[in-house]
Protein backbone atom coordinates (compact mmCIF):
# COMPACT_ATOMS: atom_id res chain seq x y z
CA UNK A 1 0.00 0.00 0.00
CA UNK A 2 1.19 3.50 -1.06
CA UNK A 3 0.21 7.02 -0.39
CA UNK A 4 1.47 10.10 -1.79
CA UNK A 5 0.89 13.86 -2.28
CA UNK A 6 1.17 16.90 -3.88
CA UNK A 7 -0.85 20.14 -5.24
CA UNK A 8 -2.81 21.82 -7.71
CA UNK A 9 -5.24 25.01 -7.86
CA UNK A 10 -8.72 25.23 -8.90
CA UNK A 11 -10.02 28.28 -10.19
CA UNK A 12 -13.23 29.83 -9.92
CA UNK A 13 -14.01 32.94 -11.85
CA UNK A 14 -10.54 34.48 -11.51
CA UNK A 15 -10.29 33.40 -8.24
CA UNK A 16 -7.64 30.38 -7.14
CA UNK A 17 -8.05 27.88 -4.56
CA UNK A 18 -4.91 25.19 -3.40
CA UNK A 19 -6.37 21.57 -4.06
CA UNK A 20 -4.12 18.68 -2.33
CA UNK A 21 -3.92 16.00 -4.87
CA UNK A 22 -3.73 12.72 -3.01
CA UNK A 23 -3.42 9.20 -4.13
CA UNK A 24 -3.79 6.16 -2.55
CA UNK A 25 -2.17 2.67 -4.62
CA UNK A 26 -3.67 -0.89 -3.20
CA UNK A 27 -3.70 -4.05 -3.84
CA UNK A 28 -7.11 -4.92 -5.56
CA UNK A 29 -8.95 -5.02 -8.75
CA UNK A 30 -7.04 -2.49 -11.15
CA UNK A 31 -8.90 0.50 -11.59
CA UNK A 32 -8.07 4.10 -11.24
CA UNK A 33 -11.06 6.09 -8.92
CA UNK A 34 -10.74 9.80 -8.93
CA UNK A 35 -12.79 11.45 -6.01
CA UNK A 36 -13.62 15.19 -4.94
CA UNK A 37 -16.83 16.87 -7.26
CA UNK A 38 -14.25 16.62 -10.55
CA UNK A 39 -15.82 17.80 -13.72
CA UNK A 40 -16.43 15.92 -16.74
CA UNK A 41 -13.13 16.29 -18.17
CA UNK A 42 -11.56 16.40 -15.01
CA UNK A 43 -12.73 12.67 -15.00
CA UNK A 44 -11.02 11.94 -17.97
CA UNK A 45 -8.42 12.57 -16.69
CA UNK A 46 -8.00 8.97 -15.55
CA UNK A 47 -7.50 8.00 -19.11
CA UNK A 48 -5.00 10.38 -19.74
CA UNK A 49 -2.66 10.15 -17.02
CA UNK A 50 -2.69 6.13 -17.41
CA UNK A 51 -1.55 6.32 -20.87
CA UNK A 52 1.22 9.14 -20.21
CA UNK A 53 2.34 7.65 -17.47
CA UNK A 54 3.28 3.97 -19.60
CA UNK A 55 4.02 6.04 -22.57
CA UNK A 56 6.88 7.88 -20.04
CA UNK A 57 8.52 3.70 -19.72
CA UNK A 58 7.29 4.79 -15.82
CA UNK A 59 6.02 1.94 -13.98
CA UNK A 60 2.00 1.42 -13.73
CA UNK A 61 1.18 -1.83 -11.70
CA UNK A 62 -1.81 -3.71 -11.88
CA UNK A 63 -3.54 -2.20 -8.56
CA UNK A 64 -6.48 -0.23 -7.51
CA UNK A 65 -5.81 3.40 -7.17
CA UNK A 66 -8.10 6.13 -5.61
CA UNK A 67 -6.69 9.72 -6.19
CA UNK A 68 -9.13 12.47 -3.88
CA UNK A 69 -8.92 16.02 -5.28
CA UNK A 70 -9.39 17.82 -1.31
CA UNK A 71 -11.25 19.57 -0.79
CA UNK A 72 -13.55 17.90 -1.81
CA UNK A 73 -16.19 20.11 -1.63
CA UNK A 74 -15.11 22.58 -3.89
CA UNK A 75 -15.86 22.07 -7.77
CA UNK A 76 -13.45 21.78 -9.96
CA UNK A 77 -12.89 21.31 -13.50
CA UNK A 78 -10.67 21.05 -16.71
CA UNK A 79 -7.45 18.96 -17.24
CA UNK A 80 -4.91 21.79 -15.42
CA UNK A 81 -5.02 18.52 -12.64
CA UNK A 82 -3.59 15.73 -14.85
CA UNK A 83 -0.50 16.53 -13.93
CA UNK A 84 -0.71 16.57 -10.00
CA UNK A 85 -2.52 13.10 -10.80
CA UNK A 86 0.13 11.83 -12.09
CA UNK A 87 2.92 12.88 -10.06
CA UNK A 88 1.14 11.60 -7.05
CA UNK A 89 0.17 8.36 -8.23
CA UNK A 90 3.74 7.86 -9.21
CA UNK A 91 4.45 8.64 -5.14
CA UNK A 92 2.39 6.63 -4.28
CA UNK A 93 4.04 3.83 -6.55
CA UNK A 94 7.40 4.60 -4.52
CA UNK A 95 8.62 7.87 -6.58
CA UNK A 96 12.25 8.62 -5.20
CA UNK A 97 10.94 12.28 -4.72
CA UNK A 98 7.61 11.91 -3.48
CA UNK A 99 8.37 13.72 -0.37
CA UNK A 100 9.91 16.71 -2.48
CA UNK A 101 6.91 16.79 -4.95
CA UNK A 102 4.63 16.88 -2.09
CA UNK A 103 5.36 20.72 -1.60
CA UNK A 104 5.68 21.60 -4.92
CA UNK A 105 2.18 22.50 -7.22
CA UNK A 106 1.55 21.03 -10.54
CA UNK A 107 -0.33 22.55 -13.23
CA UNK A 108 -0.57 21.32 -17.01
CA UNK A 109 -2.61 18.96 -19.20
CA UNK A 110 -1.21 15.74 -20.23
CA UNK A 111 -1.13 14.14 -24.01
CA UNK A 112 -1.43 10.21 -24.40
CA UNK A 113 2.28 10.15 -25.15
CA UNK A 114 3.49 12.14 -21.83
CA UNK A 115 3.78 15.25 -23.17
CA UNK A 116 2.65 18.10 -21.34
CA UNK A 117 0.24 20.59 -22.76
CA UNK A 118 -0.51 24.27 -21.77
CA UNK A 119 -3.72 25.24 -19.75
CA UNK A 120 -5.76 27.88 -19.16
CA UNK A 121 -5.90 30.48 -16.40
CA UNK A 122 -2.12 29.27 -15.32
CA UNK A 123 -1.60 33.15 -13.69
CA UNK A 124 -4.07 33.42 -11.55
CA UNK A 125 -3.71 29.51 -10.33
CA UNK A 126 0.30 30.21 -9.32
CA UNK A 127 -0.43 33.66 -8.12
CA UNK A 128 -3.03 31.64 -5.77
CA UNK A 129 -0.22 29.13 -5.11
CA UNK A 130 2.16 31.66 -4.11
CA UNK A 131 -0.57 33.75 -1.83
CA UNK A 132 -1.20 30.58 -0.08
CA UNK A 133 2.39 29.92 0.65
CA UNK A 134 3.60 27.64 -1.94
CA UNK A 135 5.90 29.41 -4.46
CA UNK A 136 7.19 26.77 -5.88
CA UNK A 137 5.24 25.47 -8.95
CA UNK A 138 5.45 23.29 -12.43
CA UNK A 139 3.72 24.39 -15.38
CA UNK A 140 3.80 23.31 -19.09
CA UNK A 141 7.22 24.93 -20.82
CA UNK A 142 4.58 26.96 -23.18
CA UNK A 143 3.14 28.56 -20.12
CA UNK A 144 6.09 29.56 -18.71
CA UNK A 145 6.51 33.16 -19.76
CA UNK A 146 2.69 33.06 -18.36
CA UNK A 147 3.71 31.79 -15.04
CA UNK A 148 6.68 34.47 -14.62
CA UNK A 149 4.89 37.21 -14.74
CA UNK A 150 3.72 36.50 -10.98
CA UNK A 151 6.25 38.13 -8.27
CA UNK A 152 7.44 35.62 -5.88
CA UNK A 153 6.91 32.80 -7.69
CA UNK A 154 9.19 29.79 -8.27
CA UNK A 155 8.65 28.21 -11.65
CA UNK A 156 9.95 25.55 -13.80
CA UNK A 157 8.80 24.74 -17.15
CA UNK A 158 8.46 21.08 -18.25
CA UNK A 159 7.74 19.32 -21.55
CA UNK A 160 7.20 16.06 -20.83
CA UNK A 161 6.22 13.85 -17.56
CA UNK A 162 9.40 12.16 -17.93
CA UNK A 163 11.31 14.97 -17.54
CA UNK A 164 9.58 15.55 -14.22
CA UNK A 165 9.64 12.35 -12.77
CA UNK A 166 13.39 12.07 -13.59
CA UNK A 167 13.84 15.55 -11.78
CA UNK A 168 12.19 13.84 -8.69
CA UNK A 169 14.46 10.58 -9.37
CA UNK A 170 12.67 8.03 -11.86
CA UNK A 171 15.39 6.18 -13.86
CA UNK A 172 13.99 7.23 -16.85
CA UNK A 173 15.10 8.97 -20.05
CA UNK A 174 13.05 11.73 -21.08
CA UNK A 175 12.24 12.04 -25.20
CA UNK A 176 13.93 15.42 -27.09
CA UNK A 177 11.65 18.17 -26.08
CA UNK A 178 8.85 19.07 -28.42
CA UNK A 179 8.06 22.78 -27.79
CA UNK A 180 4.07 22.67 -28.20
CA UNK A 181 1.87 26.16 -29.01
CA UNK A 182 0.36 27.69 -26.29
CA UNK A 183 -3.33 28.35 -26.39
CA UNK A 184 -5.08 29.89 -29.67
CA UNK A 185 -5.75 32.89 -29.13
CA UNK A 186 -9.50 34.22 -30.98
CA UNK A 187 -8.47 36.37 -34.00
CA UNK A 188 -8.94 39.64 -33.05
CA UNK A 189 -7.19 40.19 -29.61
CA UNK A 190 -4.74 42.17 -30.64
CA UNK A 191 -5.83 45.69 -32.08
CA UNK A 192 -4.04 48.66 -33.08
CA UNK A 193 -5.03 51.92 -31.34
CA UNK A 194 -6.46 54.66 -34.14
CA UNK A 195 -5.36 58.08 -33.61
CA UNK A 196 -8.28 60.77 -33.11
CA UNK A 197 -7.08 62.74 -35.85
CA UNK A 198 -8.82 60.88 -38.30
CA UNK A 199 -12.24 61.90 -36.49
CA UNK A 200 -13.56 65.25 -39.40
CA UNK A 201 -15.44 67.59 -37.32
CA UNK A 202 -17.55 66.74 -34.53
CA UNK A 203 -15.76 68.83 -31.78
CA UNK A 204 -18.57 68.21 -28.98
CA UNK A 205 -17.85 64.62 -29.12
CA UNK A 206 -14.34 64.83 -29.27
CA UNK A 207 -14.33 66.53 -26.22
CA UNK A 208 -17.21 64.11 -24.91
CA UNK A 209 -14.88 61.91 -25.65
CA UNK A 210 -11.82 63.50 -23.94
CA UNK A 211 -14.01 64.08 -20.48
CA UNK A 212 -15.03 60.12 -20.73
CA UNK A 213 -11.13 59.14 -21.20
CA UNK A 214 -9.96 61.63 -18.40
CA UNK A 215 -12.82 60.65 -15.59
CA UNK A 216 -13.93 56.59 -16.98
CA UNK A 217 -17.27 57.84 -17.64
CA UNK A 218 -19.58 55.81 -19.80
CA UNK A 219 -21.13 57.28 -22.73
CA UNK A 220 -23.98 57.34 -24.69
CA UNK A 221 -23.54 59.04 -28.23
CA UNK A 222 -26.63 58.87 -30.91
CA UNK A 223 -26.70 60.49 -34.41
CA UNK A 224 -27.21 59.29 -37.74
CA UNK A 225 -25.12 56.82 -39.44
CA UNK A 226 -21.38 58.27 -40.96
CA UNK A 227 -21.37 60.66 -37.96
CA UNK A 228 -18.36 59.02 -36.41
CA UNK A 229 -19.57 57.43 -33.50
CA UNK A 230 -18.05 54.34 -33.79
CA UNK A 231 -14.42 56.15 -35.34
CA UNK A 232 -14.87 57.71 -32.09
CA UNK A 233 -15.78 54.71 -29.98
CA UNK A 234 -12.33 52.98 -30.88
CA UNK A 235 -10.24 55.78 -30.15
CA UNK A 236 -11.28 55.95 -27.10
CA UNK A 237 -8.49 52.91 -25.86
CA UNK A 238 -5.86 55.47 -27.27
CA UNK A 239 -6.65 58.35 -24.90
CA UNK A 240 -6.18 56.13 -21.70
CA UNK A 241 -2.69 55.88 -19.63
CA UNK A 242 -0.83 52.30 -19.31
CA UNK A 243 -2.44 50.11 -16.45
CA UNK A 244 -0.46 50.51 -13.55
CA UNK A 245 0.98 46.85 -12.21
CA UNK A 246 -1.39 45.45 -10.07
CA UNK A 247 -4.64 46.84 -12.67
CA UNK A 248 -2.27 45.09 -15.50
CA UNK A 249 -2.02 41.71 -13.39
CA UNK A 250 -5.58 41.62 -13.01
CA UNK A 251 -6.42 41.99 -16.81
CA UNK A 252 -3.96 39.74 -17.50
CA UNK A 253 -5.63 37.08 -14.98
CA UNK A 254 -9.06 37.38 -16.68
CA UNK A 255 -7.56 37.13 -19.91
CA UNK A 256 -5.88 33.96 -18.91
CA UNK A 257 -8.74 32.42 -17.87
CA UNK A 258 -10.28 33.65 -20.37
CA UNK A 259 -8.41 31.64 -22.73
CA UNK A 260 -6.98 35.14 -24.91
CA UNK A 261 -3.76 35.65 -23.40
CA UNK A 262 -1.30 36.08 -26.18
CA UNK A 263 2.07 36.75 -24.18
CA UNK A 264 2.99 39.17 -21.75
CA UNK A 265 1.38 41.52 -19.08
CA UNK A 266 -1.68 43.12 -20.56
CA UNK A 267 0.11 46.74 -20.45
CA UNK A 268 -2.58 48.68 -22.37
CA UNK A 269 -6.89 48.83 -21.60
CA UNK A 270 -8.46 46.38 -23.51
CA UNK A 271 -10.83 47.03 -26.24
CA UNK A 272 -13.96 44.61 -26.66
CA UNK A 273 -16.82 45.40 -29.50
CA UNK A 274 -19.52 42.61 -28.98
CA UNK A 275 -21.65 41.96 -32.15
CA UNK A 276 -25.37 42.89 -31.39
CA UNK A 277 -26.28 39.21 -31.36
CA UNK A 278 -24.15 38.33 -28.89
CA UNK A 279 -26.20 36.12 -25.60
CA UNK A 280 -26.29 37.26 -22.17
CA UNK A 281 -23.86 34.66 -21.61
CA UNK A 282 -20.98 35.78 -24.15
CA UNK A 283 -21.38 39.47 -22.75
CA UNK A 284 -21.22 38.95 -18.59
CA UNK A 285 -19.59 35.24 -18.54
CA UNK A 286 -21.59 31.90 -18.22
CA UNK A 287 -20.67 28.32 -19.96
CA UNK A 288 -21.65 24.54 -18.26
CA UNK A 289 -20.19 24.02 -14.73
CA UNK A 290 -17.89 26.87 -13.78
CA UNK A 291 -18.98 29.92 -15.77
CA UNK A 292 -15.91 31.56 -18.10
CA UNK A 293 -15.15 35.47 -18.18
CA UNK A 294 -17.18 37.56 -20.95
CA UNK A 295 -16.88 40.33 -22.84
CA UNK A 296 -17.92 42.59 -20.23
CA UNK A 297 -14.74 40.93 -17.57
CA UNK A 298 -12.92 40.94 -20.51
CA UNK A 299 -12.76 44.82 -20.83
CA UNK A 300 -12.39 45.21 -17.36
CA UNK A 301 -10.21 48.81 -16.85
CA UNK A 302 -10.90 49.01 -20.59
CA UNK A 303 -13.41 50.13 -23.07
CA UNK A 304 -16.80 47.62 -23.58
CA UNK A 305 -18.41 49.12 -26.93
CA UNK A 306 -21.60 48.21 -28.01
CA UNK A 307 -22.64 49.43 -31.36
CA UNK A 308 -25.89 49.48 -32.84
CA UNK A 309 -26.71 49.30 -28.94
CA UNK A 310 -30.89 49.75 -29.34
CA UNK A 311 -30.17 46.20 -31.64
CA UNK A 312 -28.92 44.08 -28.32
CA UNK A 313 -31.53 42.32 -26.78
CA UNK A 314 -33.04 44.70 -23.92
CA UNK A 315 -32.36 41.57 -21.48
CA UNK A 316 -28.51 41.63 -22.29
CA UNK A 317 -28.62 45.54 -21.97
CA UNK A 318 -30.04 45.69 -19.04
CA UNK A 319 -27.50 42.92 -17.42
CA UNK A 320 -25.02 45.16 -17.36
CA UNK A 321 -26.85 47.35 -14.45
CA UNK A 322 -24.81 45.08 -11.56
CA UNK A 323 -20.91 45.31 -12.94
CA UNK A 324 -21.62 49.60 -13.90
CA UNK A 325 -22.49 50.07 -10.52
CA UNK A 326 -20.79 47.71 -8.37
CA UNK A 327 -17.46 47.23 -10.76
CA UNK A 328 -17.90 43.63 -10.64
CA UNK A 329 -19.73 40.69 -12.12
CA UNK A 330 -21.58 37.47 -10.07
CA UNK A 331 -22.34 35.15 -12.16
CA UNK A 332 -24.24 31.89 -10.12
CA UNK A 333 -24.19 28.15 -11.65
CA UNK A 334 -25.87 25.36 -10.62
CA UNK A 335 -22.39 24.15 -9.14
CA UNK A 336 -21.26 26.95 -7.65
CA UNK A 337 -20.23 30.91 -8.29
CA UNK A 338 -17.60 32.80 -10.25
CA UNK A 339 -16.97 36.22 -9.54
CA UNK A 340 -15.27 38.56 -12.03
CA UNK A 341 -13.86 41.71 -11.51
CA UNK A 342 -15.94 44.27 -14.51
CA UNK A 343 -14.81 47.98 -14.14
CA UNK A 344 -15.12 49.15 -17.34
CA UNK A 345 -15.64 52.06 -19.46
CA UNK A 346 -19.19 51.51 -21.39
CA UNK A 347 -19.36 53.11 -24.94
CA UNK A 348 -23.28 52.96 -26.66
CA UNK A 349 -23.49 54.12 -29.73
CA UNK A 350 -26.83 54.24 -31.48
CA UNK A 351 -29.24 55.84 -34.51
CA UNK A 352 -31.70 58.25 -33.83
CA UNK A 353 -34.35 55.44 -34.88
CA UNK A 354 -34.53 52.37 -37.23
CA UNK A 355 -34.03 54.19 -40.63
CA UNK A 356 -31.36 56.43 -39.31
CA UNK A 357 -32.43 59.85 -40.96
CA UNK A 358 -34.54 61.20 -37.62
CA UNK A 359 -31.83 63.52 -37.08
CA UNK A 360 -31.58 67.37 -37.62
CA UNK A 361 -35.29 68.25 -39.65
CA UNK A 362 -35.25 64.92 -40.05
CA UNK A 363 -37.24 65.24 -43.52
CA UNK A 364 -35.89 61.82 -44.87
CA UNK A 365 -37.05 60.23 -42.43
CA UNK A 366 -39.48 57.24 -43.31
CA UNK A 367 -40.07 56.09 -39.75
CA UNK A 368 -43.48 56.86 -37.44
CA UNK A 369 -43.14 58.55 -34.68
CA UNK A 370 -44.08 55.41 -32.84
CA UNK A 371 -41.42 53.84 -34.06
CA UNK A 372 -38.55 56.38 -32.93
CA UNK A 373 -40.05 56.48 -29.39
CA UNK A 374 -39.97 52.61 -29.63
CA UNK A 375 -36.40 52.23 -31.16
CA UNK A 376 -34.27 53.95 -28.47
CA UNK A 377 -36.77 52.89 -25.63
CA UNK A 378 -35.24 49.29 -26.04
CA UNK A 379 -32.40 51.03 -23.45
CA UNK A 380 -34.24 50.97 -20.51
CA UNK A 381 -34.07 54.24 -18.31
CA UNK A 382 -31.75 52.23 -15.42
CA UNK A 383 -29.54 51.65 -17.57
CA UNK A 384 -29.12 55.11 -19.43
CA UNK A 385 -29.15 56.55 -15.34
CA UNK A 386 -25.94 55.00 -15.28
CA UNK A 387 -23.93 56.57 -18.04
CA UNK A 388 -22.65 59.59 -17.23
CA UNK A 389 -22.22 61.38 -20.45
CA UNK A 390 -24.95 61.60 -22.81
CA UNK A 391 -24.64 63.49 -26.35
CA UNK A 392 -25.99 63.87 -29.87
CA UNK A 393 -23.49 63.40 -32.97
CA UNK A 394 -24.94 65.16 -36.02
CA UNK A 395 -23.94 64.86 -39.33
CA UNK A 396 -20.83 66.27 -40.45
CA UNK A 397 -21.69 68.73 -42.71
CA UNK A 398 -19.10 70.34 -45.64
CA UNK A 399 -18.37 73.46 -44.15
CA UNK A 400 -18.13 72.02 -40.40
CA UNK A 401 -15.75 69.29 -42.41
CA UNK A 402 -14.01 72.60 -44.09
CA UNK A 403 -13.80 74.22 -40.76
CA UNK A 404 -12.70 71.62 -38.40
CA UNK A 405 -10.10 70.01 -40.29
CA UNK A 406 -7.39 67.84 -38.66
CA UNK A 407 -8.14 67.84 -34.97
CA UNK A 408 -5.73 67.19 -32.44
CA UNK A 409 -4.11 63.68 -32.47
CA UNK A 410 -4.11 61.00 -29.63
CA UNK A 411 -1.13 61.89 -28.11
CA UNK A 412 -1.53 65.51 -27.68
CA UNK A 413 -5.42 64.67 -26.17
CA UNK A 414 -4.16 61.59 -24.08
CA UNK A 415 -1.25 64.24 -22.27
CA UNK A 416 -4.29 66.40 -20.79
CA UNK A 417 -6.22 63.31 -20.19
CA UNK A 418 -2.69 61.87 -17.63
CA UNK A 419 -2.49 64.90 -16.20
CA UNK A 420 -6.20 64.67 -15.26
CA UNK A 421 -5.66 61.47 -13.73
CA UNK A 422 -2.67 62.67 -12.13
CA UNK A 423 -4.75 64.83 -9.88
CA UNK A 424 -7.46 62.23 -9.39
CA UNK A 425 -4.79 59.67 -7.89
CA UNK A 426 -3.19 62.41 -5.47
CA UNK A 427 -6.86 63.18 -4.56
CA UNK A 428 -7.94 59.89 -3.75
CA UNK A 429 -4.24 58.69 -2.88
CA UNK A 430 -6.00 57.48 0.86
CA UNK A 431 -8.85 55.87 -0.66
CA UNK A 432 -10.17 52.64 -2.44
CA UNK A 433 -10.68 54.57 -6.10
CA UNK A 434 -9.05 55.31 -8.82
CA UNK A 435 -10.92 57.58 -11.08
CA UNK A 436 -13.84 60.22 -10.54
CA UNK A 437 -16.13 57.92 -12.02
CA UNK A 438 -15.64 55.39 -9.10
CA UNK A 439 -16.03 57.71 -6.58
CA UNK A 440 -19.49 57.45 -4.35
CA UNK A 441 -22.41 59.78 -4.41
CA UNK A 442 -22.09 60.48 -0.38
CA UNK A 443 -18.06 61.51 -0.73
CA UNK A 444 -19.18 63.98 -3.54
CA UNK A 445 -21.86 65.59 -1.86
CA UNK A 446 -20.09 66.05 0.96
CA UNK A 447 -19.69 70.19 2.24
CA UNK A 448 -16.03 69.66 2.87
CA UNK A 449 -15.09 68.69 -0.85
CA UNK A 450 -15.17 72.25 -2.21
CA UNK A 451 -18.88 72.24 -3.96
CA UNK A 452 -19.99 75.82 -3.88
CA UNK A 453 -23.68 76.90 -2.51
CA UNK A 454 -24.69 78.15 -6.30
CA UNK A 455 -23.69 75.27 -7.54
CA UNK A 456 -25.18 73.18 -5.40
CA UNK A 457 -28.41 74.97 -5.50
CA UNK A 458 -28.38 74.03 -9.48
CA UNK A 459 -28.40 70.46 -8.60
CA UNK A 460 -30.93 70.70 -6.43
CA UNK A 461 -33.33 72.37 -8.60
CA UNK A 462 -32.61 69.79 -11.28
CA UNK A 463 -33.31 67.07 -8.57
CA UNK A 464 -36.87 68.80 -7.14
CA UNK A 465 -38.19 69.08 -10.92
CA UNK A 466 -37.34 65.36 -11.73
CA UNK A 467 -34.62 66.42 -14.77
CA UNK A 468 -31.85 64.34 -12.64
CA UNK A 469 -32.41 61.53 -10.16
CA UNK A 470 -30.25 61.67 -7.20
CA UNK A 471 -28.02 58.75 -9.14
CA UNK A 472 -28.27 60.95 -12.15
CA UNK A 473 -27.02 63.75 -9.51
CA UNK A 474 -24.37 61.78 -8.42
CA UNK A 475 -23.13 61.60 -11.97
CA UNK A 476 -23.33 64.84 -12.98
CA UNK A 477 -21.18 65.56 -9.93
CA UNK A 478 -18.29 63.23 -11.15
CA UNK A 479 -18.13 64.69 -14.75
CA UNK A 480 -17.99 68.19 -12.65
CA UNK A 481 -14.58 67.00 -10.84
CA UNK A 482 -13.35 65.79 -14.06
CA UNK A 483 -13.86 69.17 -15.79
CA UNK A 484 -12.09 70.24 -13.06
CA UNK A 485 -9.61 68.28 -13.19
CA UNK A 486 -8.43 69.11 -17.22
CA UNK A 487 -9.13 72.36 -16.24
CA UNK A 488 -6.44 72.23 -13.76
CA UNK A 489 -9.05 73.57 -10.79
CA UNK A 490 -8.58 72.44 -7.16
CA UNK A 491 -12.67 71.62 -7.00
CA UNK A 492 -15.71 72.14 -9.67
CA UNK A 493 -17.74 75.29 -9.54
CA UNK A 494 -20.87 76.83 -11.17
CA UNK A 495 -19.33 76.46 -14.66
CA UNK A 496 -18.58 73.25 -14.52
CA UNK A 497 -21.74 71.73 -12.72
CA UNK A 498 -23.58 73.57 -15.68
CA UNK A 499 -21.30 71.99 -18.43
CA UNK A 500 -21.23 68.58 -16.66
CA UNK A 501 -25.36 68.48 -16.72
CA UNK A 502 -25.60 70.09 -20.63
CA UNK A 503 -22.98 66.65 -21.06
CA UNK A 504 -25.54 64.29 -19.14
CA UNK A 505 -29.03 65.70 -20.75
CA UNK A 506 -28.67 65.35 -24.26
CA UNK A 507 -30.10 68.04 -26.82
CA UNK A 508 -28.91 70.62 -24.14
CA UNK A 509 -26.71 73.71 -24.57
CA UNK A 510 -23.20 72.60 -24.48
CA UNK A 511 -21.25 75.04 -21.44
Not at 163 to 192: C, F, I, K, W
Not at 243 to 269: C, K, N, Q
Request: charged share 20%; glycine share 12%; aromatic share 2%.
Amino acid sequence: MGLARTWSVALVGVEGHLVQVEAHAASGLPALTLVGLPDASLSEAKERVRAAVTSSSLPWDARRRTVNLSPASLPKAGSAFDLAIAVACLGAEGLPGAERAGGVVHLGELGLDGRVHPVRGVLPAVAAAVAAGRPHVVVPAANLAEARLVPGAHVRGVHHLAELAREYGADVTPPPAEELPGPPVPAGRAREERDLADVVGQDDARFALEVAAAGGHHLFMVGPPGAGKSMLAARLPGLLPDLEDADALEVTAIHSVAGTFDGGLVRRPPFEEPHHTATAQAIVGGGSGVPRPGAASRAHRGVLLLDEAPEFPRRVLDTLRQPLERGELVVHRARGAARYPARFQLVLAANPCPCGKASGTGLTCTCTPLERRRYLARLSGPLLDRVDLQIDVPSVTRAAAALGGRGESSAVVAARVARARAAQRERLAHTPWQTNSEVPGAWLRAAEHGLGPAARAVLERALDTGTLSLRGMDRVLRTAWTLADLSGRPHPGLDEVGAAMSLRIRGGPRG
